[in-house]
């Protein structure tokens, strides 16, 4: 999606979540940055939400047809919803 990103990933217990997005920022942006030449900035914030293990195979179906479910609700309606 042009304006956002879904991962599922598996934290170890010894990751907070905080240190896992900033790695993972600082260096996709980075890699991104030497990659293409254009300058790259993830917004500040984040959305993180856990799933069970049990929920794993609906959250990698969403995420792969996420571009069909935002043709139907975009994504800050989608997202506003899930925080209610």
Same mark, same amino acid.
């Given at each position: 999606? /042009?304006? #956002? !990103? =879904? $991962?599922?990933? %598996?934290? /170890? %217990?010894? $990751? &907070? @979540?905080t240190e896992a997005m900033q790695k993972l920022k600082a260096n996709s942006s980075r890699w991104l940055r030497e990659q293409t030449g254009v300058p790259f900035a993830w917004q500040k914030g984040y959305g993180a939400f856990s799933v069970s293990i049990t929920a794993t195979s609906a959250v !990698? +179906?969403?995420?792969?047809?996420?571009?069909? #479910? =935002?043709?139907?609700? +975009? *994504?800050?309606?989608? *997202? &506003? %919803?899930? @925080?209610?």
């Open positions: 999606m /042009p304006d #956002h !990103v =879904h $991962l599922l990933i %598996a934290l /170890p %217990a010894k $990751l &907070s @979540l !990698v +179906d969403y995420i792969r047809t996420q571009e069909e #479910h =935002h043709r139907k609700r +975009d *994504f800050q309606a989608e *997202f &506003s %919803a899930m @925080l209610r």
